[in-house]
């Protein structure tokens, strides 16, 4: 069990950049996987970016080349770094626990926080 809230979201145009983190209490992000799924509303959860605790990451295609996932072991706390966001890309955005590899491939997060909302407009 792991508590984790969002912060830095928010409305940017085309081509800007925010970079959203979460910070994690109850729990270590070391005994996990993290990472940062996305939902607007009537779509369905898109993973977007996970890290495992030894550094290792990967990205949904779609994002690869301009967001980068990151995390601060020592502060517990996980960061999103998003440039040249797209209009597409507007939901909301969700820190999220995972028990192992398969449980991020699947989409079924152990745990997550509330979420941060991401607006981009054109």
């Known amino acids: 069990q792991v508590q984790l809230v969002e912060s830095g979201g928010g409305s940017v145009q085309s081509g800007g950049s925010l970079r959203p983190s979460c910070a994690a209490s109850?729990?270590?992000?070391?005994?996990?996987?993290m990472g940062w799924f996305r939902q607007a509303p009537g779509k369905k959860r898109e993973g977007v970016a996970v890290?495992?605790?030894?550094?290792?990451?990967s990205y949904v295609a779609s994002v690869k080349g301009r967001f980068t996932i990151s995390q601060d072991n020592a502060k517990n706390t996980l960061s999103l770094q998003m440039n040249s966001l797209k209009p597409e890309e507007t939901a909301m955005y969700y820190c999220?626990?995972?028990?192992?590899?398969?449980?991020?491939?699947?989409?079924?997060?152990?745990?997550w926080g509330q979420g941060t909302q991401v607006t981009v407009s054109s």
């Open positions: 890290i495992d605790s030894d550094g290792s990451t």
């Open positions: 109850g729990n270590t992000i070391s005994n996990y996987i």
């Open positions: 999220a626990a995972y028990s192992g590899w398969g449980s991020w491939v699947e989409g079924v997060p152990y745990d």
